[in-house]
């Protein structure tokens, strides 16, 4: 499945045509060996010769998205999702719509579309880079979730735990509940309501 949305060039603020694919293919998933993981090891590499402690290396560069993406694929607990743009993959994000369930004392127990992991690409990270590509690549993949979440008719429910250094980033969105911090991950629970995923989306 694929959907035409709309990112924002940093530099022009001009939007660009991008897609969000559902599942991620082997092929684009490939994209991310070839294109990311250089990146990334080049930039690990410099930070470690300039002795910056690895507690503030950014934490999600240790994924390897290839070996997660083979590992979920055709299993029906999972599904992943996406985006591309002229062909180069900006952002990846992987789901789990079986195995967890709704913490929200309004929603315990209900079904819900849980986000495991996501990342954007190191051309669009200001923490990797002092000219950043595109804008908006994150925050299209969590109002993604939220679009899945109905669309599997979970309602919008969607829950993710938030690393450290990207909690900022998902308090900016209005229809995410700072549940509080899990005791067994030490990281703190974000979830939406049907009520709020609705709003969200159609703001």
């Given at each position: 499945?694929?959907?035409?949305?709309?990112?924002?060039?940093?530099?022009?603020e001009?939007?660009?045509?991008?897609?969000?694919?559902?599942?991620?293919?082997?092929e684009?998933?490939?994209?991310?060996?070839?294109?990311?993981?250089?990146?990334?090891?080049?930039?690990?590499?410099?930070?470690?010769k300039?002795?910056?402690?690895?507690?503030?290396?950014?934490?999600?560069?240790?994924?390897?998205?290839?070996?997660?993406?083979?590992?979920?694929?055709?299993?029906?607990?999972?599904?992943?999702?996406?985006?591309?743009?002229?062909?180069?993959?900006?952002?990846?994000?992987?789901?789990?719509?079986?195995?967890?369930?709704?913490?929200?004392?309004?929603?315990?127990?209900?079904?819900?579309?849980?986000?495991?992991?996501?990342?954007?690409?190191?051309?669009?990270?200001?923490?990797?880079?002092?000219?950043?590509?595109?804008?908006?690549?994150?925050?299209?993949?969590?109002?993604?979730?939220?679009?899945?979440?109905?669309?599997?008719?979970?309602?919008?429910?969607?829950?993710?735990?938030?690393?450290?250094?990207s909690?900022?980033?998902?308090?900016?969105?209005?229809?995410?509940?700072?549940?509080?911090?899990?005791?067994?991950?030490?990281?703190?629970?974000?979830?939406?309501?049907?009520?709020?995923?609705?709003?969200?989306?159609?703001?």
């Amino acid at each position: 499945m694929k959907d035409v949305i709309y990112l924002r060039d940093a530099q022009t603020e001009a939007e660009v045509e991008a897609e969000i694919v559902t599942p991620v293919s082997e092929e684009a998933a490939l994209e991310w060996t070839k294109t990311w993981k250089p990146k990334i090891a080049a930039y690990l590499s410099d930070l470690q010769k300039r002795k910056i402690p690895v507690a503030e290396w950014p934490q999600d560069l240790n994924w390897n998205w290839e070996e997660i993406l083979r590992k979920t694929r055709g299993m029906l607990a999972y599904d992943s999702m996406g985006i591309l743009s002229d062909g180069i993959l900006e952002g990846l994000m992987a789901l789990n719509t079986t195995t967890k369930k709704c913490q929200l004392e309004s929603q315990k127990g209900n079904d819900i579309v849980y986000i495991e992991l996501l990342s954007t690409a190191p051309w669009n990270r200001k923490d990797m880079t002092d000219e950043v590509k595109l804008r908006g690549v994150g925050s299209i993949l969590v109002a993604a979730a939220t679009k899945y979440s109905f669309e599997v008719e979970f309602k919008g429910r969607i829950g993710l735990h938030a690393l450290p250094q990207s909690e900022a980033f998902y308090r900016k969105f209005p229809h995410l509940t700072e549940v509080g911090v899990d005791p067994d991950k030490k990281m703190i629970y974000f979830e939406s309501t049907p009520e709020e995923a609705k709003k969200f989306l159609h703001q």
